[in-house]
């Protein structure tokens, strides 16, 4: 049941939603199946749109963050069966926040050399949280310092976290939805105790 306090929050995540106009009912359904009753403590939605050849293929991702859990809504198109018409899949995952092992919050601003914190001009924003169920290695070859050398030394490279990557550009996705990511980032690192 939702509380009355919180309805303009969820107001405010209802027109978010439908203002990517991608199947905004199902989406919105799926978000508020996983949150229950719980209290949403702060929220971001991206459209991911990608061309194809055959095609656009939309993707549309929910972040919730409630006091004990995040909350990860993915809904894309979903190929039809024949005989079918469209067809989307919405998947919601949920981590409780004891799990996170950390959230990576970068700002990207322009004049970095007159920066003033009242007047910030970000132009992108890259949000990382990590919990351990996915991550990509980056590789590349191995040097040994020496320019002149042609040997093979292998390869070297990092485990990263990639359980959630969101990355948004005011060119991309507008300067409100930037200021959003970076409230709901700052949210994330603010809420377990210890961050």
């Given at each position: 049941?939702?509380?009355?306090?919180?309805?303009?929050?969820?107001?405010?995540?209802?027109?978010?939603?439908?203002?990517?106009?991608?199947?905004?009912?199902?989406?919105?359904?799926?978000?508020?199946?996983?949150?229950?009753?719980e209290e949403m403590v702060s929220y971001v939605?991206?459209?991911?749109?990608?061309?194809?050849?055959?095609?656009?293929?939309?993707?549309?991702?929910?972040?919730?963050?409630?006091?004990?859990?995040?909350?990860?809504?993915?809904?894309?198109?979903?190929?039809?069966?024949?005989?079918?018409?469209?067809?989307?899949?919405?998947?919601?995952?949920?981590?409780?926040?004891?799990?996170?092992?950390?959230?990576?919050?970068?700002?990207?601003?322009?004049?970095?050399?007159?920066?003033?914190?009242d007047k910030v001009d970000l132009q992108e924003?890259?949000?990382?949280?990590?919990?351990?169920?996915?991550?990509?290695?980056?590789?590349?070859?191995?040097?040994?310092?020496?320019?002149?050398?042609?040997?093979?030394?292998?390869?070297?490279?990092q485990l990263v976290g990639d359980d959630l990557?969101?990355?948004?550009?005011?060119?991309?996705?507008?300067?409100?939805?930037?200021?959003?990511?970076?409230?709901?980032?700052?949210?994330?690192?603010?809420?377990?105790?210890?961050?």
């Amino acid at each position: 049941m939702i509380r009355p306090e919180q309805k303009s929050d969820i107001d405010a995540l209802r027109l978010a939603i439908e203002s990517f106009g991608y199947f905004p009912a199902l989406v919105f359904d799926s978000v508020m199946i996983s949150l229950g009753g719980e209290e949403m403590v702060s929220y971001v939605v991206q459209h991911e749109p990608t061309i194809t050849p055959d095609g656009i293929h939309r993707h549309v991702t929910v972040a919730l963050l409630t006091p004990t859990r995040l909350i990860i809504n993915h809904t894309d198109d979903a190929d039809a069966s024949p005989g079918v018409g469209a067809q989307a899949a919405s998947t919601s995952e949920v981590v409780t926040l004891d799990h996170i092992s950390s959230v990576s919050l970068s700002r990207i601003v322009s004049e970095p050399s007159t920066y003033q914190p009242d007047k910030v001009d970000l132009q992108e924003v890259l949000l990382t949280v990590a919990w351990g169920f996915a991550s990509r290695i980056d590789l590349e070859p191995a040097t040994c310092g020496d320019p002149n050398c042609e040997a093979d030394h292998g390869l070297t490279g990092q485990l990263v976290g990639d359980d959630l990557v969101i990355r948004m550009s005011v060119d991309a996705d507008g300067a409100e939805s930037v200021g959003q990511l970076v409230r709901f980032g700052l949210a994330m690192q603010r809420t377990r105790d210890g961050w």
